[in-house]
């Protein structure tokens, strides 16, 4: 399994950054470089959307919502993944959450307990 610690959130104005980070705790006989990551949001009153993924060949995807303004990535020597957010928006609003999931699987089954972002305008 992973159990993640996230940290990073907090408030902006419109136009700042942000840059989460989600530190990984992984079982015993696994490696991180095992799990494939991403990175998902909710905000209040709202299902759960993805933002970005990264796959096991270094390959990302985004959200168009985001594009070109998000960066996902990871630090396996670290167990760390990373979510740099610019120009950021009010909308962008929400609690974030940093997943991973068996690479050889498409669903995420392992989450963490969430950072709240907050952009006011």
């Known amino acids: 399994q992973v159990q993640w610690k996230g940290s990073g959130g907090g408030s902006v104005q419109a136009g700042g950054s942000l840059r989460l980070t989600c530190a990984a705790s992984v079982s015993a006989g696994y490696t991180y470089g095992y799990f494939c990551m991403g990175w998902f949001r909710q905000a209040p009153g709202l299902e759960r959307e993805e933002v970005a993924r990264?796959?096991?060949?270094?390959?990302?995807r985004y959200a168009d919502f985001v594009k070109g303004r998000f960066t996902i990535s990871r630090d396996n020597a670290q167990n760390t993944l990373y979510l740099q957010m610019n120009s950021l928006k009010p909308n962008d609003t929400a609690m974030y959450y940093c997943?991973?999931?068996?690479?050889?699987?498409?669903?995420?089954?392992?989450w963490g307990q969430g950072t709240q972002v907050t952009v006011s305008s």
């Open positions: 997943a991973a999931r068996f690479c050889g699987l498409d669903s995420f089954q392992f």
């Open positions: 990264l796959d096991i060949d270094g390959m990302t």
